[in-house]
């Protein structure tokens, strides 16, 4: 069983656990094709993120 994600706070920086309100941020964030160069392939389209 695993432990439900929490919130991570320092004096300089907030984690916070994955939600799906992230999804659409990051799916900006992830079509960088740079970010392809040594993993191959191309980016996912928002929908398949």
Do not use: K, N
């Amino acid at each position: 069983m695993s432990t439900p994600a929490q919130t991570i706070t320092t004096r300089r920086l907030d984690l916070l656990p994955l939600l799906l309100e992230h999804a659409e941020e990051m799916a900006t964030v992830l079509s960088d094709p740079a970010l392809h160069t040594f993993t191959g392939g191309t980016p996912d389209t928002p929908q398949a993120l």
